[in-house]
Every structure is written in C-alpha cells, then in structure tokens.
C-alpha cells in the first residue's frame, strides 16, 4: 500500500520550488526551450525506469543521465553562475557573512555610495548629455570587483568629473563606443567591453547599451546608468532591473543609495 508522510510531501515541495524557480531564472532567456527540454527528458526517464520498469531503454537512459549532468553544466553555465551569485548577494545572506568576518565597515570600502562630490557631476552629465541626446553608459563598482572588465578597456584613473564625462561620451571621442567604469571616487577606465544580456523581456526600443547595462548588472552588484542617443531618457539598471524615464532628482537618490 502506497503511504505519503511528510518527508515525501516536504520533497514534493522543495523539488516544484526549485523548479518554478529555475523556471522563473530562464523564461527571459533563449534558455527556457532548453529547460524544456531537459525536463521533459528527464519526465520520460522517470516513465520508461521506473514507472514502466523497461530494462533495456532503461538502462540507456540511465547512461544518459549519467553524461548528462555535465553537459547540464556546459549548457547552463550562465544561468548557475546566477543561481549562485542571487543566492550570494541575498540581504539575509550578506548580512550573515559580515556577522561571520565581523568586518562592520566592508561595505563601504571603495563604494561609491554616500558621497556628494561624486555622484553630482555624474547627474549633471548625464543630464546634458540628455538634453544634447548624447549616448553614455556609466557602470559604478558596488561590493564586487569589477577589474575583469576594466581591463577591457583604456585605464583612466581619473577624478570624476563633468566635463571629463562628457568629453569621454562626445560623438568623434575616441573612447564613446563602451561603457565607463567608476571604482570608488574615480573613473578606473573608459571604452570598458560589458557582458550583453539576451533577456527577451527587454524592450525592443532598448539598444545594445541597455543590453549591455542589463548584463554586467546581472552578474555583479554594479549600478549602471544609461542615456539614450536616440530619446535622451535615463535609465538605470541593477540586479537585473530597469527603471527608465529616469529625473535628475531621483538619479542624484538612486547613486546616494546605490540600488532602486
């Protein structure tokens, strides 16, 4: 007789969460066909072995499955690389860790957070680069290091500035096709190349900059600001995240904060 306690049905439970969550994690993205696919793999394994108990086709699929875990990990190795980084950068989980290390100060440590004289030129030229319908995206360093990318592009090192922003962005400047990159109270480099996202819920009028800013905030802590060559809107990105349409005044609250 077939008996169900409360482990089975606290199985059931944690399994269909993991799933609607992977589920959740890939819908956005070309990977969701593959999600399918595999699940609909592995409900057909669980048929032919166990429910129908056929030895022979059984036993290939089991081989299969076997090879499979690793192929599982090449194909998704984006998608787990995010699992574990939104499990790492978690509040509770963050807030754990600095429990642990009893270092109350590492999060300010170069952040770009809390710091007037930075953020305020970084307004204002995103401001009129708005109004001149300038193109610019400016990525600011949060907790995670973002050196892998910076050396992408030109170091700079440089105090922040207004017209250093924006002489960077102008149109016949060398170094405007990228993104800048801001580390602490300067800019660590310009023309940096960014991850792009293939999310499918980004707005068809969004250009690669956007999907550039929507990339590097999906695999690190950073906040990026966008200005539109084509509308002049601000948009901010972080944790894999828009807010468009973007006013001076809540730009100046989202870099005070560092996140939206």
């Not at 907790?143 to 090192?157: A, H, M, Q, V, W």
């Not at 801001?182 to 310009?190: F, L, M």
């Not at 956007?210 to 539109?228: K, M, N, P, Q, T």
Request: hydrophobic letters at 45%; charged letters at 20%.
């Amino acid at each position: 007789m077939l008996t169900i306690g409360i482990k089975d049905i606290a199985d059931i439970i944690l399994v269909a969460g993991i799933l609607f969550y992977l589920y959740r994690l890939l819908k956005r993205s070309r990977s969701a066909y593959v999600f399918y696919g595999v699940i609909s793999f592995i409900l057909f394994w669980i048929v032919v072995s166990k429910i129908l108990e056929m030895k022979l086709l059984g036993t290939l699929l089991n081989q299969l499955i076997n090879v499979g875990v690793l192929a599982l990990i090449v194909l998704f190795q984006d998608e787990i690389r995010k699992i574990f980084y939104n499990i790492g950068a978690s509040h509770r989980i963050r807030k754990l860790m600095e429990r642990i290390k009893n270092d109350r100060h590492s999060n300010l440590k170069e952040n770009f957070r809390n710091s007037r004289e930075t953020i305020i030129p970084i307004v204002m030229a995103c401001i009129n680069m708005s109004k001149q319908r300038v193109g610019a995206l400016i990525v600011l360093q949060n907790e995670i290091s973002l050196n892998e990318f910076i050396r992408t592009g030109e170091e700079i090192d440089a105090k922040i500035s207004q017209r250093l922003i924006e002489n960077i962005f102008f149109k016949n400047s060398p170094l405007h096709d990228g993104a800048i990159i801001i580390t602490g109270e300067k800019i660590a480099a310009a023309a940096c190349i960014l991850p792009i996202s293939h999310d499918l819920d980004i707005p068809k009028d969004f250009g690669l900059r956007h999907r550039a800013a929507r990339g590097i905030s999906g695999e690190s802590d950073a906040l990026s600001v966008v200005v539109s060559e084509e509308t002049g809107n601000i948009t901010v990105a972080y944790n894999n995240q828009f807010q468009s349409h973007i006013t001076a005044e809540e730009l100046e609250i989202i870099l005070m904060k560092g996140r939206f």
